[in-house]
């Protein structure tokens, strides 16, 4: 049974919805209609699959490749290199560290040593898990991480000038710091919040836990 007072609200609504639909009359409200009509079938459409797997895409077409060369080339050669970084490995991770040590890595302390395989293994792993949506949001946080360090090390140890730095909102688009990497980490960013989408690992895993 439906008390008066709701009986008034609903009235009221019904009375605003009115209001609104008169409002919406001409060409204008036929434009507004249109326009919800369209974006959110649009948005019903791509729900649940697309914001994740474009954001995956993206990566792996300008980050993939990029970080994997980079990360293959800081391994030693033959079948177990990968269980040793280069010299040319510590350098590019150490680089101040390693010039004060007469370029030796033998020279180093363990902790330093840990941070170039944890280097080098981040920048090979976290990408191809990205691509292939395995443990998806979990990895673009990583690559966030990794993101922001690279970018400290290569301010404060390889010298980055000011006009490869940038700043925000400064008009020019092509510094690597605060407009590359930014939108690198804002694609990243995409896939920490909405995930992989279905088409991923992690969707076909969650599948058992759903049912």
Known sequence: ???PGTSKRNDIMD??????ARKLAGPLGMVIRL??????GLQAALAGWFTGLAA?????????LY?????WGKFSDGIF??????????????????EA???????????YDVIVYLGTWTEFVLPLLIVVGLFSRLAALGMIFFVIVQSYVDVTQHGLDAKSVG???????????????LLWVFVLVVIVVHGAGRLSLDHLLARPRRS
Not at 35 to 40: A, G, I, L, P
Not at 101 to 111: F, I, K, Q, S, V
């Open 1 to 3: 049974m439906t008390s």
């Open 67 to 71: 970080y994997l060369n980079s990360s």
């Open 81 to 98: 290199g990968f269980l040793s970084p280069t010299s040319g490995a510590y350098v590019s991770i150490l680089p101040k560290v390693m």
């Open 167 to 181: 700043a925000m909102f400064d008009r020019m688009p092509d510094a690597i710091i605060w407009d590359q990497r």
């Open 15 to 20: 009375d605003d919805s009115d209001k609104h």
């Open 56 to 64: 995956r895409v993206v990566f792996a077409s300008v980050l993939l």
């Open 35 to 40: 326009h919800d009509t369209v974006f959110s």
């Open 101 to 111: 040590n007469g370029y030796d890595e033998n020279a180093l302390a363990w902790p």
